[in-house]
């Protein structure tokens, strides 16, 4: 008996394929559906975030800021979930010669270590990057809201997505190798 194993199919796959071509198709094809699953999960990231942030992990600017922690802590868990699933079914649906649970072990020990790293990085950098800034956005948010004046919350939340920013490229470029080449390394 033949076991068939799922594979997910989507709109994309026809564009990836046609844009990774011939030479190393396959790796060129499985990094931009990683990519594609990457954007997914930073806006699930993104949202989350915005989202606790808003509402019930406000930022402030005491050092250190437990909510900015807890708050893209959750979120990045929210992104970890969903990118697990895609890329075991979509990116890498030819990977699966050990257990769903191993693979997860792997690439959750690699999101931790890339939560940690982004976790020291904004937690440190938030308010000093949201009070650099500030004076630079002011302008473009005054065109929609001529008498907005940032308050302590703004300044750490603008700092917040502006280290969200750069930590979810670096972790992107970090998890795509490691996981690549470790937790599906069994694939051609």
Not at 33 to 40: D, I, L, P, T
Not at 66 to 76: E, M, S
Not at 80 to 96: E, G, M
Not at 105 to 128: D, E, K, N, Y
């Amino acid at each position: 008996m033949t076991v068939r194993r799922m594979e997910l199919r989507n709109p994309l796959d026809a564009p990836i394929v046609a844009i990774a071509g011939e030479a190393k198709a396959k790796e060129v094809e499985r990094f931009l559906k990683f990519a594609v699953v990457g954007a997914v999960g930073a806006v699930i990231d993104f949202g989350t975030l915005y989202v606790l942030q808003r509402t019930v992990l406000i930022p402030t600017l005491q050092d250190p800021d437990w909510n900015v922690t807890l708050a893209q802590t959750i979120a990045f868990i929210a992104a970890v979930i969903s990118n697990f699933i895609w890329n075991r079914y979509w990116t890498y649906p030819d990977s699966r010669s050990r257990s769903i649970r191993r693979q997860l072990a792997q690439f959750a020990f690699i999101s931790l270590v890339g939560w940690l790293a982004r976790t020291i990085w904004i937690t440190a950098a938030h308010q000093p990057v949201g009070e650099f800034i500030t004076p630079i956005l002011l302008p473009e948010i005054r065109l929609f809201s001529p008498e907005f004046t940032p308050t302590g919350e703004d300044i750490a939340r603008f700092g917040t997505m502006a280290c969200w920013f750069v930590g979810v490229i670096i972790v992107m470029i970090w998890n795509f190798f490691v996981n690549r080449y470790w937790t599906y390394n069994d694939v051609d």
